[in-house]
C-alpha cells in the first residue's frame, strides 16, 4: 500500500518562502510519477507540478513558473516543493500524489484509480 506524508506546510508572510516534502513508502519509484497539487478554500484541486519517474518535470500553471521548484530524490523516496516568493493566492492545502506511470500525472484529480493522495500540509501565506 502506497502511503504519502507531507510536511513542511505553515504560515508565512508574503514574499517568504516554504519547502514542502512528501515522504513516500510502500510503492516502487519507478512505478509511479510524484506531483504536487493543491486545493484553496471554495476552489478545485489543481496541478501545481510533476516528476515523471523518467525525471521529467510538468508544470501546471504560469502562475507558479519560476517561483515554485519541485524536486525528487529517490534515495529517499521524497519529494519536495520549494516554493519562493509566495502570495496570498498561494494559500491551499497541499497535496502530494503518486500516479502509475503510464497515466498524465494529473489524471489522478479525476480518478483515484490511477494513484494515491496524502493527507495534504496547510499553507497559509499573509499580506
Known amino acids: 500500500q502506497v502511503q504519502l506524508v507531507e510536511s513542511g506546510g505553515g504560515s508565512v508572510q508574503s514574499g517568504g518562502s516554504l519547502k514542502l516534502s512528501c515522504a513516500a513508502s510502500?510503492?516502487?519509484?519507478?512505478?509511479?510519477?510524484l506531483g504536487w497539487f493543491r486545493q484553496a478554500p471554495g476552489k478545485e484541486r489543481e496541478g501545481v507540478s510533476c516528476?515523471?519517474?523518467?525525471?521529467?518535470?510538468?508544470n501546471y500553471s504560469d502562475s507558479m513558473k519560476g517561483r515554485f521548484t519541485v524536486s525528487r530524490d529517490n534515495a529517499k523516496n521524497t519529494l519536495y516543493l520549494q516554493m519562493n516568493t509566495l502570495k496570498p493566492e498561494d494559500t491551499a492545502m497541499y497535496y502530494c500524489?503518486?500516479?502509475?506511470?503510464?497515466?498524465?500525472?494529473?489524471?489522478?484529480?479525476?480518478?483515484?484509480?490511477?494513484?494515491?493522495w496524502g493527507q495534504g500540509t496547510q499553507v497559509t501565506v499573509s499580506s
Open positions: 510502500g510503492y516502487t519509484y519507478s512505478s509511479y510519477s
Open positions: 516528476i515523471t519517474r523518467s525525471g521529467d518535470i510538468i
Open positions: 500524489a503518486a500516479v502509475i506511470a503510464g497515466y498524465p500525472c494529473n489524471q489522478v484529480l479525476k480518478s483515484t484509480a490511477v494513484g494515491y
